[in-house]
């Protein structure tokens, strides 16, 4: 067990990794993670020097105050390596001023940027051994934050730690996608959390997702609460429609997840040719497109899939299938975004981030 003191993080090793280059191959997604973690407290009132420590379970008292209310938010982002053996993160710090915005909807201290930009890079380079290559492989890197006061008073908790922990992942499969409108449940409303990574969001879609798996579906799309006549995003990906040649997305508000891969999306079609609009959507357009034949593709965009193509549509008791589609924009796009995050072209954006 070596340490190590850096300016920013005290280090301590594993003694013996636990590496073997066979834990690389058909890993199912978020089930195998490296030989460190970054952790940082928060206590009486001040951040401590964050630590690279070796990866294993956490010891609270019941009576945190995550495990009652919820008070912890989360973000996902990759890095990503080249044919030499570079890595770069993409776009992180999107997910850092993302996570802030978490924090701050969710009464929590505001994470300083260089634990969080610099403790990453430090810890992907230590456990870069752990990053898969090829097409589609990538270094998930998960940042969780969660409150830790061991009180079970129903306020915001005055201790918390931060982690970072990372899993390597595989390009992601998942056969054919079908999705269908949500018009009963929410994931959102006017005023909520959506646009937080807030942990409990994700609990309360679990129930209508699986009711939607029971009747053939992998996915819903959910619409707005008021009305559920506008359409707004899927589970962990924001989603796109091409009605005949124009892509279309709707904007962020508080109920949309302001999505690092939406936004890159966004920009690659804006230069490259790809008539775009971001703009209220409707169910209504998208079953009449679909009905009329001009409903010519929808995929999903977020970091996990990076672009997820879907394969047809469900509304009231009906199945709109569409057809293969010519010049497929989700293929061009996706290539276009994987180009720039496996250092394959040139980066006009500034969006790949080398690590050390
Ligand atoms: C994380 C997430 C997304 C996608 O965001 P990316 O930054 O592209 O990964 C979209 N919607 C929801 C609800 C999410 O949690």
Same mark, same amino acid.
């Given at each position: 067990?070596?340490?190590?003191?850096?300016?920013?993080?005290?280090?301590?090793?594993?003694?013996?990794?636990?590496?073997? *280059?066979?834990?690389?191959? @058909?890993?199912?997604?978020?089930?195998?993670?490296?030989?460190?973690?970054?952790?940082? @407290?928060?206590?009486?009132? =001040?951040? =401590?020097? #964050?630590?690279?420590? *070796?990866? /294993?379970?956490?010891?609270?008292?019941?009576?945190?105050?995550?495990?009652?209310?919820?008070?912890?938010?989360?973000?996902?982002?990759?890095?990503?390596?080249?044919?030499?053996? %570079?890595?770069?993160?993409?776009?992180?710090?999107?997910?850092?001023?993302?996570?802030?915005?978490?924090?701050?909807?969710?009464?929590?201290?505001? +994470? *300083?940027?260089?634990?969080?930009?610099?403790? +990453?890079?430090?810890?992907?380079?230590?456990?870069?051994?752990?990053? #898969?290559?090829?097409? !589609?492989?990538?270094?998930?890197?998960? *940042?969780?934050? $969660?409150?830790?006061? %061991?009180?079970?008073?129903?306020?915001?908790?005055?201790?918390?730690?931060?982690?970072?922990?990372?899993?390597?992942?595989?390009?992601?499969?998942?056969?054919?996608? &079908?999705?269908?409108?949500?018009?009963?449940?929410?994931?959102?409303?006017?005023? !909520?959390?959506?646009?937080?990574?807030?942990?409990?969001?994700?609990?309360?879609?679990?129930?209508?997702?699986?009711?939607?798996?029971?009747? /053939?579906?992998?996915?819903?799309?959910?619409?707005?609460?008021?009305?559920?006549?506008?359409?707004?995003?899927? /589970?962990?990906?924001?989603?796109?429609?091409?009605?005949?040649?124009?892509?279309?997305?709707?904007?962020?508000?508080?109920?949309?997840?302001? /999505?690092?891969?939406?936004?890159?999306?966004? =920009?690659?079609?804006?230069?490259?040719?790809?008539? +775009?609009?971001?703009? &209220?959507?409707?169910?209504?357009?998208?079953?009449?497109?679909?009905?009329?034949?001009?409903?010519?593709? +929808?995929?999903?965009?977020?970091?996990?899939?990076?672009?997820? #193509?879907?394969?047809?549509? !469900?509304?009231?008791?009906?199945?709109?299938?569409?057809?293969?589609?010519?010049?497929?924009?989700?293929?061009?796009?996706?290539?276009?975004?994987?180009? $720039?995050?496996?250092?394959?072209?040139?980066?006009?954006?500034?969006?790949?981030?080398?690590?050390?």
């Amino acid at each position: 067990m070596t340490r190590e003191i850096s300016e920013l993080v005290d280090i301590q090793t594993v003694n013996e990794s636990s590496f073997k *280059p066979e834990l690389l191959h @058909d890993i199912r997604f978020g089930t195998v993670f490296t030989d460190h973690m970054l952790v940082a @407290d928060f206590k009486n009132g =001040q951040w =401590q020097k #964050p630590k690279i420590m *070796p990866y /294993g379970p956490l010891a609270y008292e019941p009576s945190a105050k995550v495990f009652h209310y919820g008070q912890a938010i989360f973000e996902g982002m990759k890095a990503f390596k080249d044919n030499v053996g %570079n890595v770069f993160l993409f776009r992180p710090r999107k997910n850092f001023e993302r996570m802030n915005k978490s924090a701050e909807r969710l009464a929590m201290p505001l +994470i *300083p940027e260089e634990y969080f930009m610099e403790g +990453i890079k430090q810890l992907v380079a230590l456990d870069r051994q752990w990053i #898969p290559e090829g097409e !589609g492989a990538s270094l998930y890197i998960r *940042p969780v934050y $969660i409150a830790t006061d %061991n009180e079970i008073a129903a306020s915001p908790s005055q201790s918390y730690r931060f982690m970072v922990i990372l899993s390597p992942a595989q390009a992601y499969y998942r056969g054919e996608v &079908k999705v269908k409108f949500e018009t009963r449940y929410s994931r959102a409303c006017p005023g !909520g959390t959506g646009y937080a990574k807030a942990a409990g969001n994700y609990a309360a879609q679990f129930m209508p997702t699986e009711k939607a798996k029971k009747e /053939g579906y992998q996915q819903v799309i959910w619409t707005d609460a008021v009305t559920h006549e506008l359409v707004e995003e899927s /589970g962990t990906m924001n989603v796109f429609f091409r009605i005949n040649d124009t892509l279309l997305t709707a904007p962020v508000n508080d109920q949309i997840l302001n /999505g690092v891969t939406r936004d890159s999306i966004i =920009q690659l079609a804006k230069d490259n040719r790809i008539p +775009i609009e971001v703009r &209220k959507i409707t169910v209504d357009e998208l079953v009449e497109a679909a009905k009329a034949g001009n409903l010519k593709e +929808i995929f999903g965009s977020g970091t996990a899939a990076t672009v997820l #193509p879907i394969k047809g549509l !469900g509304w009231k008791n009906e199945f709109y299938e569409l057809q293969p589609p010519v010049d497929s924009y989700a293929d061009r796009l996706k290539k276009m975004l994987m180009d $720039i995050q496996y250092n394959r072209t040139a980066d006009p954006y500034g969006w790949r981030v080398p690590v050390i």
